[in-house]
């Protein structure tokens, strides 16, 4: 955050005037066919996002089934941010995210942070697919989120898939109101996806789609490629896969390229040589009795899937310590293990460990400007930290959605007066409150919430709010409850949309006997104890729904298109070599191996930004990924090796 961007976010949220290329939105977008309304964004927006100036929200009605004449419509939730560029490329970036069930309308500065590498040259739309995030009106089994409230929030996946579980009542519920489940799938979210740029005035635009955003990526290319500039695929989902039966594959290679690339490494190797034995050994041995402990807890062999999900989602050298954990686990002991679970491996780049680990040879005057200069840098951040909270203060205050005090006030209050509330009020509490995401809004529902939980002594004031809301802060609180349920309960929600949409379309494509064939040909068979854990009950879950296989979803897509496939060696999500795989049948496809990155891979390096960067800039240039030789794994060689 610079000064630059500081004051220009002060003057923004300070000036009357309003964004001009919004100025269409409100006043219902570019298409007639499909609705649009703006709507106050969640919060938090994030510190240099104004509303109405450089992020706006909303939804987009599009048909529940594109291919009926005078189907019925659904909202899609939306947020539109802008680029920085007085001159943006015409050609804005949407977001095809992860699940399927995941979201990125109630989590704005989390995905603008992610593409803000896009945002010097391009708009960034996100959207929340059918059924998912907060545009799951018409999916949301709004009487069982409630009385289920805590087991959604705390979402235990061995009790939630069964036939009496809260997803199965979910399910029946979903069902009961008539809603056809059919149409929830992705050859319709890649139609809703060329809706939502009619609506919002691009007719050309590139798409970035993640884990299972892939798999919506590809269906675009062969069901709704109108205006698709290009594509690119981060952490692939190849639709000709079974990807639930594979669902070990990703950690079978992403192990593999640990041993491959320690077998590459001289000093590795030497240190190392029998690795992939030495994995099968400590597989064998976290199988035996008595089982090995970690911080006084038992481990057993799922321990190898846990490590290789840890290293999946940090960004930091977790490989490295890899083949020493194996070792040691294979002679039964866990001490590199215990501190590199702990971090006790990170370097965290204080002053004085940034001194410590480089000033090697420095001389007194050039120690003390890299010492001063450091300290600068310490102060700079908790400088920046407070102004960001300054500026999200501002923001709402000055909302051009309305304002919104009042509503924030009852906000505060009513959390102040939760937090007083012990156990059992405060769930009672929670499940109405809950309730009102299902609902229209109603000023009469607010006031019977708080004459039903909150005390006497607080409920004047608490109710003279309540009076003094306009319409607007009335639907802004209905709106911060949709948001704030989906927040608690967005994992078990998310797996909820996920059978909706894997069950019907994925099934009979993957079966129980697949799983077993895939399992039996495993390179590290280790891995099949944790896999198979998670894996399993969702078949018995999509036992529950009807099947609607779609003929042809699962055949390879080819298409002209230029498609940027990114894969990285450390993900345990999605095979890292399906970016080679799925580009066979793209004749504009290009594929780029990142090692040392797990899911989402533009999350891990500079260089994986950079690479997709480039490719959207000039899609039909070829890519120049010699970065990715760079973030090869250094391995940790312990000292009696060296």
Partial sequence: MSPDQIVATVIALMSSVTEPAFDALKDGG????????????????????????TVICGRIDVPEDHQAQGSATIPLAFAVLKSRSTAPAPDPVIYLHGGPGGYTVQKIPMNASLFDFLRDRRDIVLFDQRGAGISDRTIACYSELAADFMQFAKADEEKMF???????????????????????NTTQSARDVRAIMDALGYPTYNAFGISYGTKLGQELLRTAPEGLRSLVIDSISRVDSPAYDTNGVPSDQALGWVVDYCMEDEACAAAFPDLEETIHAAGRRLAEDPKLTLSGEEIGPDMITDLLDASNGRAMPFTAYLPQVFTELAAGQTSTLEKLLAGGFNFIPTTDAILTRYDTGLGTLDRTIAEVALREVEQMRSAEAAVAKLLSTLSDDLASSGALNTEALLDEALSEVAQTMDADTLLAFLRDYAMFIGRSPDRADIEALVAKHVPDIEKPRILGLVSAMTDEDVAAFYQRARVDAANLTSRSRMMFTLGIIACQEDFPFNTREGYDAVAADYRFPSIDSGVRKSTIPLYGFCDLFEKHPRPGFHEPVSSDIPVLAMSGTKDTQTNPDAAEMVVRTLSNG?????????????????????????????????????????????????????
């Fill in 30 to 53: 570019y298409d007639d066919l499909y609705q649009l309304t703006v709507e106050a964004c969640p919060r938090p927006l994030g510190p240099l996002e104004v509303e109405g100036k």
């Fill in 162 to 184: 069964g036939s009496d579980d809260p997803l199965a009542k979910c399910l029946a519920e979903t069902v009961a109101s008539g809603i056809d489940l059919s149409l929830y």
């Fill in 590 to 642: 290009q594929a780029t191996l990142f090692p040392e990155a797990g899911h989402a891979v533009i999350q891990f390096s500079q260089c994986a930004k950079d690479v997709a960067l480039g490719f959207i800039e000039s899609p039909s240039a070829p890519v120049n990924a010699a970065c990715a030789a760079d973030l090869k794994p250094d391995f940790y060689i312990p000292p009696q090796s060296q």
